[in-house]
Every structure is written in C-alpha cells, then in structure tokens.
C-alpha cells in the first residue's frame, strides 16, 4: 500500500513538475488549455509535436516528401519547413485539422533571414547600418510579409559572432562583436515578435545556431569547435543570451561540436545553460539533421544519438525524423523519460498557442488581396532602399573622386555592373532574383543619360571547377565568347573614353552563406587582373564591392581611388548604391568585422588580448609577423562619409566610480566637413588589470548622430558598474577594482582616451 503510494505521490509530483508554474492569468489559461489538450494526447502524438518535416515546391503547389500528407494526418508531425504562400499552408493545415485525431495545428517555418518578399541587404550589411531602429524594421516588415504568406515561424536572427572570414556564413550575422552583436539580436526578436505573439502581422523568431557555430576551426563551415569557459561566456555567449531575454520563442541548435559533444546532444548547453542559468522557455529545434549526424561525429549510433539529443533538450527534430522513429522505443526502454517528451510537446504546444493557432489555425491563411496590400509595397521597398544606404560602407576616397559628378562621362566596367542576380544575397526566402536591378541600370535610369559607358571587362570568375559547383545551386554565371584578354583590351578602350571608372566586382552570392569557406579571400584572379589593366589606363577608379565576406584588399587599397563595400544590397541595392555614389545619399556605414591585410593574419579581430610581447618593430622576440603587419587594413567600427567629423573634449565627470554610482562621459563631435553626414560614435573600455587577462578594449556603447556641415554637438555616455562586469575564471559575472582606459571615437582603432578608477566602496 505504502508503496502504491509512494509510486502515485511520485508520478504526481513528476507531472507537477513539468507543468510551469505561472501567476500570469493568461499563461494560467494557456497551461490549462495546454494540460487539457495533453491528456488526451498519446505517447505518438506527443512525439508527433517535436517533429518536422521538410517539404519542396513544384509549378502546381506544394510537393509532398513520402508520406508527408499521411503523417500529417494521423498527428505524426507538428511543424513543417519548406512552404509558403496562404493557399499552400492552407492545404497541409487543412490536413492537420480536419483529418488528425486531436486536430492539432501545424506550426509552419521558413528561412526569412533578410526580408521574405522585399529583401533588404544581407545580414553582415545590416549590421554595418549600426541603426538598430532599422534593422528593428526590417524584421517587422519581414515578418509582416512573412505572416502574410502563410508563415509562423523564422529561423532568424542567426547571432553567432564570427572571426573568421573563410567562413561563408559571416554574411548571415552581425559581425564580431559581442555588445554589438547583442543590441542587434534585440532588435530583430522584437522586429519578429513585436512583444506580441497573438497579431496576426508578427511570427516567431528563432535565436541560432547555439551555439558557437561561428567558431569552426579554420573557417570551414560545420567543423569542430573548442574553447575555454571564460571565452564563450565574455566573447561568445552574449548574443544568444540578449536574444534569450529579448523573449525570443525559439532557439536552433547548430551542427558543430563543442569541446568533444554534439551541440544538438550537449545537455550542458541546452539544458544547464539554456534552460537552468537563463531560464529559458522557448522551444529548442535541431539544425536540420543534426541529430542522426551525431553519427558521423562519433557520439553513438542513431538510436544512441536520438537519445542524446532528446535528454540533452531537444523539443523538435529538424526533418531527420530520428525522435519519430525511435521516441516510442526510447521512452519504453526507460532511455527517455516520459517526462522529458511532455515537456517538449508542451514547449511546442505552447507556441502554437501563443499564436493564436487554436483559436484560427488558418489566421496566417490571409486573402489574395491582403496579402498584396501588405507584400512588396513601397513602404517596404522604400524601406529597402534606406537600408541598402545605410549598409553600405565607404572604405576609402582620396582627393574625393566620390560623390561621382553625373555630367562626367562615367565608364562602368566589371561583372557585377550588369549583373542583378546576386543582389539579393543567399537566404532570399520570397524575393525574386529578376526584379533587382543592375547598378548599370539605376545609374542610367537616374539620369537618362547617355554619357555612361559600359564594358564588361571580365568574367564573374574564369574557374571552371568553382562555376558549376556554384551554378549547381542557382548562381547561373555565365562566361563570355569573348577571350580574356579581349575582354580586358575592350574594357581599357571604354575606360581611356571615360573621365572616371566604376569598377563593380566581387563575389557570386552563393560564394558565402551556407556551406561556402573561402581558403582565399581576394577577389577572383581574373578579377584582379582587369583592376591591374585599369590602373594602367591612369584614369580615376571607383571600386565597389559585391560580397558576401571581409575580403583582403591590400592591393586594391593600395592602387583604388576609392573603394566602396555593398556587400550584397537586396530587392532595392543598386537604387541604394546609385543614390551613395552619385551623393544623393551621405554613406554612414561602419565595418563589423575587420578586414585583414590577408589572410595569414586570420582570425584577426578588434577585442583581441595582448601578449607578454607586444609588437616592438626593432627588437625580435616580440609578438608579430615577419612579412606583414599586424594591425588590419581596415578596422572594427571602421567607414568614412563625404563629409569629416573631429572628436575633441573628452571628458570624464569624475575620476573614479563606485557600485551604484554613474560615471557621465562627454565628448565633443563637430563636422567639419561641406555636407550634412551622420557619424556612429563608439565607446571602449580596457580592464587593465584583473583576475583573468582581459582585451585590449571591448566596445561598451554607441550611438548616431546627425550633423550638418559646421555643427558641433556634444555626446554623452553614462558608464555604471554594469559596463565593467565580466566572466572570471569560477564564470561568475564581477567588476573588479582597478584602473580602466577608457576610448571615444569614430573606429576601433582611432580614438580619444581617457582613464578612470574602479573602487569597490
Ligand atoms: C541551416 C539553418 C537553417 C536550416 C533550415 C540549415 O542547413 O544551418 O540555418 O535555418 O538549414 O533551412
């Protein structure tokens, strides 16, 4: 008897234990509607909510995979990736809700990582916009078109910092740095989610890939990943931990291991970390099959794996279908607690609530007219067109050959000066390809001019092997009749006509992203080889720039008049660009990851920590490099403008800060320029001496101000305990006693300095 109770008792508090505790009443009700819900469900259906399936399109509508229609309807699968547009979710959900047992909607997920329909600059662009209230928008507009064709769900934002530009996956985050990257994080969960789940014009967004994926060993993409403790929590973690407290709904995790476990089966990280030092409560998704890969890294066999993942955290398995095939055994054999599957079906049942989906599963299913009053509009596009300025980031202008005079005759020579497709970037979810238009076509539309000259000068690339590796996945480059060298000789004809020449080069888009390292990150040979013919005809030369990545641009800084960077500007970019270069639009735009010399000195990044040896040119054993320096050609935080901005009166309000008390900087920026420009004002901190070795400085603060010609204006910061807080060897976040350099400035490397005392009373 004592026994049978003791067993009951047991069960009850287990059951008790995973439903959350909340004094909210509308998560009261939604626990409740959720319990209700669950008690009817059985063991399979459970497993059913954490698994999704992938789906394709084809001319007609949707493409099933085997059996997806059937798993759909008898509650086999919660969520489906691959879909959109109303009338296509409409069919599956359809399936889900009139033909399933417990008629539980499905959660539909989609790849919206800049822009769904409008596509605005890729991510690593977005980020030099430094505008958070921008990049905040562009989210929102996303996930209003997004929810307009019939999405719930996007995997974005990805906040892995990234060091390494071989990594082709650097355009899809924010950068290198951990406080900017995680302002930037904030601002895309709100975007997506506007703090409220239930309007049927926000989605869910979902924080990847957790993590440290951006940390893969020599830049290639998936491969290993070890790092110290104090590393991750001051240098990697930050991010994911914002996007965490931002609310975001969801979290993936990412396909790298992390000091020997799977990501995907590190109960450390998804379940020590996430959900017990964050107290997380969102739902964790693995990154596509991350889970029967744990395979191929050594961690068991597939079953062994499943097991793994899902006693690591797991709540929804990516399309491989591991936990639907092998969930029912595990949980029978006593591998998995049931337990465990409750409250993963309960994570995903409680998205789906918060949506809205119980009430309406087809409240994403909008009208043919709607979803065209909301997609494409010029609000959005105009919107596009802000933010394709705002990216771009001026690297150099000497004797200001920029803003370009529009009456001058303009040659625009290179690959990417009529080439439209890569615009949009990888990731383009719902954008089109053929609607960008080519930087060749805005500059002449802009003024209908025929003083412009064009010639193509050479191809995108001249390696084959890489061309139809890249055109496998829809990067159509094609190569000219024409030889090389006639190509070249025709291109110095049209630039010896010319005044000035604007050189577009650069990348395919499908040169990063995913699956796309780089062992070298210059422009293609061929590429340079026409720059090099250019520069023979003496004439003034503009580059810009079409990438994916930083790329090492010694030779280009070198022999370029000018070099803009645009990166891979989206639905409205060569309009963006065209405005910059013709000077309707001031560029603003500031760097967020360093560009190295080349590419010996990767990983190079500002935040970095000294040596015993700091670099001393004349003596031998110090830290540095025979044949290059080691500073980067271009800096973190790094962008000029048309116009000049001059810091002066740096001052501090004291000279030492207390607990509870607030250290106010004051710095005087003025333009000293001819024209109205906006200037991204930076601050760093250096802890220089404390319990663990700290970086040379870690950027605490920024903000924007706009100034006209001959302004001044005087920027404030405020500095607290708070900002000087960091992760000692025992991970406990402190601010340690002791003297702390302090940098104001326009970039990481330039800057006025200052110093203050950290005393504990
Ligand atoms: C990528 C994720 C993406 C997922 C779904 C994976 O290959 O790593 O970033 O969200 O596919 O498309």
Same mark, same amino acid.
């Given at each position: 008897?004592n026994? =049978?109770?003791f067993?009951?008792?047991?069960y009850?508090?287990?059951?008790?234990?995973c439903? #959350?505790?909340s004094?909210?009443?509308?998560?009261?009700?939604?626990? *409740?509607?959720?319990d209700?819900?669950?008690?009817k469900?059985?063991?399979e259906?459970?497993i059913?909510?954490?698994?999704?399936? !992938?789906?394709?399109?084809?001319?007609?509508?949707?493409?099933?995979?085997?059996?997806?229609?059937?798993?759909?309807?008898s509650?086999?699968?919660?969520?489906v990736?691959?879909?959109y547009?109303?009338e296509?979710?409409?069919?599956?959900?359809?399936?889900?809700?009139?033909d399933?047992?417990?008629?539980?909607?499905?959660?539909?997920?989609?790849?919206?990582?800049?822009?769904?329909?409008t596509?605005?600059?890729?991510?690593?662009?977005?980020s030099?916009?430094?505008?958070?209230?921008?990049?905040?928008?562009?989210?929102?507009?996303?996930?209003d078109e997004?929810?307009?064709?019939?999405?719930?769900?996007?995997?974005?934002?990805?906040?892995?910092?990234? *060091?390494? #530009?071989?990594?082709?996956r650097?355009?899809?985050?924010? @950068?290198?740095?951990?406080?900017l990257?995680?302002?930037?994080?904030?601002?895309?969960?709100?975007?997506?989610?506007q703090?409220?789940l239930?309007r049927?014009?926000?989605?869910?967004?979902?924080?990847?890939?957790?993590?440290?994926?951006?940390?893969?060993e020599?830049?290639?993409?998936?491969n290993?990943?070890?790092m110290s403790?104090?590393?991750m929590?001051?240098?990697?973690l930050?991010?994911?931990?914002?996007?965490?407290e931002?609310?975001?709904?969801?979290?993936?995790t990412?396909?790298?291991?992390?000091?020997?476990v799977?990501?995907?089966g590190?109960?450390?990280?998804?379940?020590?970390?996430?959900r017990?030092?964050?107290?997380?409560?969102g739902?964790?998704?693995?990154?596509?099959?991350s =889970? +029967?890969?744990? !395979?191929?890294?050594?961690s068991?066999n597939?079953q062994?794996?499943t097991?793994?993942?899902?006693?690591a955290?797991?709540?929804?398995d990516? !399309?491989?279908e591991?936990?639907?095939?092998?969930?029912?055994?595990?949980?029978? /054999?006593g591998?998995?607690?049931?337990?465990?599957?409750d409250?993963? $079906?309960?994570?995903?049942?409680?998205?789906?609530?918060?949506?809205?989906?119980f009430?309406?599963?087809?409240?994403? $299913?909008?009208?043919?007219?709607?979803?065209h009053?909301?997609?494409?509009?010029?609000?959005y596009?105009?919107?596009?067109?802000?933010a394709?300025i705002?990216s771009?980031?001026?690297?150099?202008?000497?004797?200001?050959?920029? +803003?370009?005079?529009?009456?001058?005759?303009i040659?625009?020579?290179? +690959?990417?000066?009529?080439?439209?497709?890569d615009l949009?970037?990888?990731?383009?979810?719902?954008?089109?390809?053929?609607e960008a238009i080519?930087?060749?076509?805005?500059?002449?539309?802009r003024?209908e001019?025929?003083?412009?000259?064009?010639?193509?000068?050479?191809n995108l690339?001249?390696?084959?092997? %890489?061309?139809?590796?890249l055109?496998?996945?829809?990067?159509?480059?094609?190569?000219s009749?024409?030889?090389?060298?006639?190509?070249?000789?025709?291109?110095?004809?049209?630039a010896?006509?010319?005044?000035?020449?604007?050189?577009?080069?650069?990348?395919?888009f499908?040169?990063?992203?995913?699956?796309?390292?780089?062992?070298?990150?210059?422009?293609?040979?061929n590429?340079?080889?026409l720059?090099?013919?250019?520069?023979?005809?003496?004439k003034p030369?503009?580059?810009?720039l079409?990438?994916?990545?930083p790329?090492?641009?010694?030779?280009?800084?070198?022999?370029?008049d000018?070099?803009?960077?645009?990166?891979f500007?989206g639905?409205?970019g060569?309009?963006?660009?065209?405005?910059? %270069?013709?000077g @309707?639009?001031? +560029?603003?735009?500031?760097?967020?990851?360093?560009?190295p010399?080349n590419?010996?000195?990767?990983?190079?990044y500002?935040?970095?920590k000294?040596?015993?040896?700091?670099?001393r040119?004349?003596e031998?054993?110090?830290?540095?490099?025979?044949?290059?320096?080691?500073?980067?050609?271009?800096?973190?935080?790094?962008?000029?403008?048309?116009?000049?901005f001059?810091y002066?009166?740096?001052?501090?309000?004291?000279? $030492?800060l207390?607990?509870?008390?607030?250290?106010?900087? /004051? !710095?005087?920026?003025e333009?000293?320029g001819?024209r109205?420009?906006?200037?991204?004002?930076?601050?760093?901190l250096?802890?220089?001496?404390?319990s =663990?070795? *700290?970086?040379?400085?870690?950027?605490?603060?920024?903000?924007?101000?706009?100034?006209a010609?001959?302004e001044?204006?005087t920027?404030?910061?405020d500095?607290?305990?708070?900002?000087?807080?960091?992760?000692?060897?025992?991970?406990?976040w402190?601010?340690?006693?002791?003297?702390?350099?302090?940098f104001?400035? @326009?970039?990481?490397?330039?800057?006025?300095?200052?110093?203050?005392k950290?005393s504990?009373?």
């Open positions: 008897m026994k =049978i109770i067993i009951a008792s047991f009850l508090l287990a059951a008790y234990a439903q #959350p505790s004094t909210d009443p509308k998560e009261k009700e939604m626990h *409740r509607y959720v209700r819900l669950m008690r469900m059985t063991l259906e459970k059913g909510q954490m698994t999704q399936l !992938v789906v394709g399109f084809d001319i007609t509508g949707p493409v099933l995979n085997e059996g997806v229609e059937e798993k759909i309807k509650g086999a699968a919660g969520s990736l691959g879909i547009t109303p296509a979710t409409r069919k599956l959900q359809e399936m889900a809700v009139n399933s047992r417990l008629k539980i909607p499905l959660l539909f997920g989609y790849d919206v990582i800049h822009g769904h329909r596509i605005f600059p890729i991510n690593l662009g977005l030099a916009s430094w505008d958070m209230t921008l990049i905040e928008q562009t989210a929102q507009a996303a996930a997004a929810a307009a064709d019939g999405l719930h769900w996007t995997f974005s934002p990805m906040v892995d910092i990234a *060091r390494d #530009p071989r990594w082709g650097v355009s899809e985050g924010a @950068g290198e740095d951990p406080y990257g995680s302002r930037i994080a904030e601002a895309m969960v709100r975007g997506y989610e703090d409220d239930s049927n014009n926000t989605i869910l967004s979902c924080i990847k890939h957790f993590a440290l994926y951006g940390a893969a020599a830049g290639r993409d998936y290993t990943v070890d403790d104090v590393r929590y001051n240098e990697y930050p991010p994911y931990k914002a996007g965490a931002a609310g975001a709904a969801s979290f993936m990412s396909f790298n291991e992390i000091n020997g799977p990501a995907t590190n109960r450390w990280l998804l379940t020590d970390l996430l017990k030092e964050w107290e997380y409560k739902f964790v998704v693995t990154d596509y099959a =889970i +029967p890969e744990m !395979v191929n890294h050594g068991g597939e062994e794996v097991a793994m993942a899902i006693n955290g797991v709540d929804m990516m !399309v491989s591991a936990i639907s095939r092998y969930g029912t055994e595990l949980v029978k /054999s591998k998995v607690a049931k337990k465990t599957i409250m993963a $079906c309960r994570r995903v049942l409680e998205a789906k609530y918060k949506l809205g989906l009430e309406d599963p087809f409240r994403y $299913c909008v009208s043919e007219k709607e979803k009053q909301r997609t494409f509009t010029l609000r596009q105009l919107l596009a067109r802000e394709a705002k771009v980031v001026l690297l150099k202008n000497d004797n200001q050959v920029l +803003p370009l005079n529009a009456e001058a005759k040659a625009f020579i290179g +690959p990417q000066a009529k080439r439209a497709h949009i970037g990888s990731w383009s979810a719902a954008g089109l390809r053929d080519s930087l060749w076509e805005a500059a002449t539309k003024y001019k025929n003083n412009y000259l064009y010639a193509l000068g050479c690339l001249e390696d084959t092997g %890489l061309i139809d590796k055109n496998r996945f829809g990067s159509k480059i094609q190569q009749e024409k030889t090389p060298q006639a190509l070249i000789q025709e291109a110095v004809a049209v010896r006509k010319s005044d000035i020449v604007v050189a577009a080069m650069g990348e395919a499908s040169m990063s992203g995913e699956a796309a390292s780089r062992s070298s990150i210059e422009l293609p040979e590429q340079k080889e720059l090099k013919a250019l520069k023979q005809t003496g030369i503009v580059l810009v079409m990438n994916g990545r790329l090492a641009l010694s030779w280009e800084d070198e022999n370029m000018a070099i803009l960077e645009t990166w500007a639905t409205a060569s309009q963006g660009i065209a405005d910059v %270069l013709f @309707g639009a001031n +560029p603003s735009g500031k760097l967020t990851m360093t560009y010399r590419i010996g000195q990767v990983p190079i500002y935040n970095h000294n040596t015993g040896r700091p670099i040119e004349e031998k054993y110090t830290s540095k490099y025979l044949d290059t320096p080691n500073d980067p050609l271009y800096p973190f935080g790094y962008g000029l403008s048309y116009t000049s001059q002066s009166d740096l001052q501090l309000s004291a000279d $030492c207390a607990p509870g008390q607030t250290l106010s900087v /004051s !710095v005087t920026l333009n000293t001819k109205e420009g906006t200037e991204t004002i930076q601050l760093y250096h802890d220089k001496t404390a =663990i070795t *700290r970086p040379v400085k870690e950027l605490k603060g920024f903000q924007q101000a706009r100034l010609s001959g001044s204006k920027i404030r910061f500095i607290t305990e708070e900002d000087l807080k960091f992760y000692n060897s025992d991970l406990q402190v601010a340690e006693p002791g003297e702390f350099d302090l104001v400035g @326009g970039n990481s490397r330039d800057l006025l300095q200052a110093s203050f950290y504990a009373k």
